[in-house]
C-alpha cells in the first residue's frame, strides 16, 4: 500500500502541466527530480513516474556538458539512466562520471540490459582507463553501439554495411569486438553489428574470431542467423571459407532455411 502510494503521488506530481512548464527548461531541476524519483523507487521497488513523463528532457541534459550540475548528481543521473537501460553519449569533460556509473552496474550486472554496451566503450571494468587518451576510443565504442542498434532488422542491418567500415578500420573498436565476441553469441543487433565489421575486416584474427563461433554446442537458429551474414559478404575467399566450413559442420537445413528461436 505505501509503494503504491508514493507512485501516484510522483505520477501526481510528474503528471502536471504547471509542472512541466516551470521545469522543461531547468537542467539541475530536472537532473534532481529524476535521481530523486528512481531513488525512491528503487528504495520501495516501483518504477520512477518522473522518467515516463520527461525521458527527452533527460536524454537532452545527459547527452550534454552539464557545467552546472553537481558531479555527484551527474553520476547518479548516469547510473539510473542505464538501470532503465538508456545509453547517454558520452562526454569530455563528463566521461569519469560516466565510467563510474558503468563500473557501478557491472558490480551487479542484473541491474542494466547494457552491459554489452558498456564494455563496448570501456572494455575491461578492472581497469580504469586514461579518460584523456582512451576518450576517442570510448566515443567509438558508444557510437558503434548505437549505430548497430538503430535497424529494425538483420537484412537492414547488413544492407548498410558500408557505414559499418569505419569501425572496421578501427583497432580499438576491433579489439573489443574480438575480446567480447568469444563470451557472448545472440541475435541482438549489437552482436550482428560485430559480425558485420569482423566479415567486413581482412585481418586473420578477424576471421578466426567467427571461426572460433562454430561451437557444436549452436543451435540451428544460431546456425541460421550466422549463415544469413556470412551470405551477405562472399566477396572475400577468406568469407566463403567461413560458409563452407559451416555448411561442412551443420545440417543443410540449418544454414539455409529459416530457424526460429522458438
Avoid at 537542467?27 to 535521481?35: D, K, L
Avoid at 550540475?69 to 562520471?97: C, F, G, M, W
Avoid at 542498434?149 to 569505419?166: D, L
Wanted: hydrophobic fraction near 35%.
Amino acid at each position: 500500500m505505501v509503494t503504491m502510494d508514493r507512485q501516484r503521488h510522483q505520477e501526481r506530481k510528474y503528471n502536471n502541466s504547471s509542472f512541466a512548464a516551470e521545469i522543461r527548461k531547468d537542467n539541475a531541476a530536472i537532473i534532481q527530480h529524476f535521481i530523486g524519483s528512481e531513488s525512491e523507487a528503487q528504495q520501495f521497488g516501483f518504477q520512477g513516474m518522473f522518467y515516463p513523463y520527461y525521458h527527452y528532457e533527460i536524454t537532452r541534459v545527459l547527452n550534454g556538458n552539464m557545467a552546472k550540475i553537481p558531479a555527484d548528481d551527474i553520476q547518479l543521473a548516469y547510473y539510473y539512466a542505464l538501470k532503465l537501460s538508456q545509453l547517454p553519449k558520452p562526454t569530455e569533460r563528463n566521461v569519469h562520471l560516466y565510467w563510474a556509473a558503468a563500473a557501478q552496474c557491472w558490480r551487479d550486472p542484473e541491474s542494466t540490459s547494457r552491459m554489452l554496451d558498456l564494455h563496448m566503450m570501456f572494455g575491461d571494468f578492472n581497469r580504469q582507463p586514461d579518460f584523456t587518451a582512451d576518450f576517442e576510443s570510448i566515443s567509438s565504442g558508444y557510437r558503434f553501439c548505437t549505430l548497430s542498434q538503430s535497424y529494425t532488422s538483420n537484412f537492414g542491418q547488413r544492407e548498410k554495411r558500408a557505414r559499418f567500415q569505419e569501425f572496421a578500420d578501427n583497432p580499438s573498436v576491433m579489439a573489443r569486438v574480438r575480446t567480447l565476441l568469444r563470451v557472448v553469441y545472440d541475435h541482438q543487433m549489437l552482436v550482428g553489428g560485430m559480425l558485420i565489421v569482423l566479415l567486413l575486416d581482412d585481418a586473420t584474427e578477424s576471421k578466426a574470431t567467427l571461426q572460433a563461433l562454430h561451437s557444436p554446442s549452436l543451435s540451428a537458429s544460431d546456425v541460421w542467423w550466422l549463415g544469413s551474414y556470412y551470405k551477405d559478404f562472399q566477396q572475400t575467399e577468406a568469407n566463403q571459407a567461413l560458409l563452407r566450413e559451416l555448411y561442412a559442420k551443420y545440417p543443410t537445413e540449418w544454414v539455409d532455411e529459416y530457424q526460429s528461436a522458438l
